[in-house]
């Protein structure tokens, strides 16, 4: 039977797939923290206070880098050159969503609707990277291997979701209501997009590696296809909903360190 718990179980088995999925990971976190880093460099004046949670959030992006790095070292593994079709983050920044990268590399102020531009892409994406870890965590959580570190940062994107929701209904309560709704769906809608793209690409290449037979490879195409026909007619709309969380200024202190190493 096909399960996420039972395809991750043959990931984690092969060498090959564990380092793809892991570099695949650590590269699409390496350029969270880039992008939050600069973010916070170039925050506006007006949006100040939000420098060090933005500059946070990169921290935590760059820590989940190193432990994915972590993980593969353990195996004795180096990363592997991530192919351009499964680099999820490139391909949304190539699509328009989130702040261009010529922007983030010149030296001058973000607006602020440059920031909640910012704040809407990352309510969507770690919406997504929630549910992954969540996944994760029910089946792996315990794991004597990737346990910790999939604990880790599972807590790390429940902050991160908390916090764009927080700072979204605190930028709409002062009349930014209407910018934010337009941003999140226009995000959502191409964020679900992308997701299926890359997810076939990403199975596409397990399936060679792990020599999947093609009815496999088949029923997990249809999977994704049929994932993507659920979010296209309504279940993008879970990305997009503002609530104030019960975990208030998650963002507030300083980066937690990684999990060490057993």
């Known amino acids: ?69 972590g993980l593969l070292r353990r195996r004795g593994l180096e990363p592997c050159t991530v192919p351009a079709e499964t680099d999820y983050t490139l391909i949304l920044e190539r699509r328009g969503i989130g702040l261009p990268h010529a922007k983030l590399r010149a030296d001058e102020p973000l607006t602020e609707r440059d920031i909640i531009a910012h704040l809407a892409h990352s309510r969507v994406t770690e919406q997504r990277a929630s549910d992954r870890m969540d996944t994760l965590t029910r089946h792996f959580g315990d794991h004597p291997e990737i346990g910790a570190a999939v604990r880790a940062i599972r807590a790390d994107e429940a902050n991160h979701l908390a ?73 993008w709309r879970r990305m997009v909903t503002l609530r104030m969380p019960e975990h208030r200024d998650a963002l507030g202190g300083p980066a937690t360190p990684a999990p060490e190493p057993v």
């Open 163 to 235: 916090y764009c929701h927080e700072e979204l209904l605190r930028l709409a309560a002062a009349g930014h209501g209407r910018v934010i709704h337009d941003l999140l769906r226009r995000s959502a809608l191409a964020e679900i997009a992308v997701h299926r793209d890359v997810g076939l690409a990403v199975m596409s290449r397990m399936a060679r590696v792990l020599r999947w037979p093609a009815a496999k490879s088949a029923a997990l195409t249809a999977g994704i296809h049929a994932l993507y026909a659920y979010e296209r007619l309504g279940g």
């Open 1 to 69: 039977m096909l399960t996420a718990r039972s395809l991750f179980q043959e990931i984690l088995g092969n060498d090959e797939a564990y380092r793809l999925f892991c570099s695949i990971a650590a590269a699409g976190a390496a350029q969270g923290g880039w992008e939050n880093g600069r973010i916070a460099a170039l925050v506006p004046e007006s949006r100040r206070h939000l420098a060090p949670k933005i500059a946070r959030h990169g921290a935590d992006e760059d820590k989940h880098g190193r432990i994915l790095n």
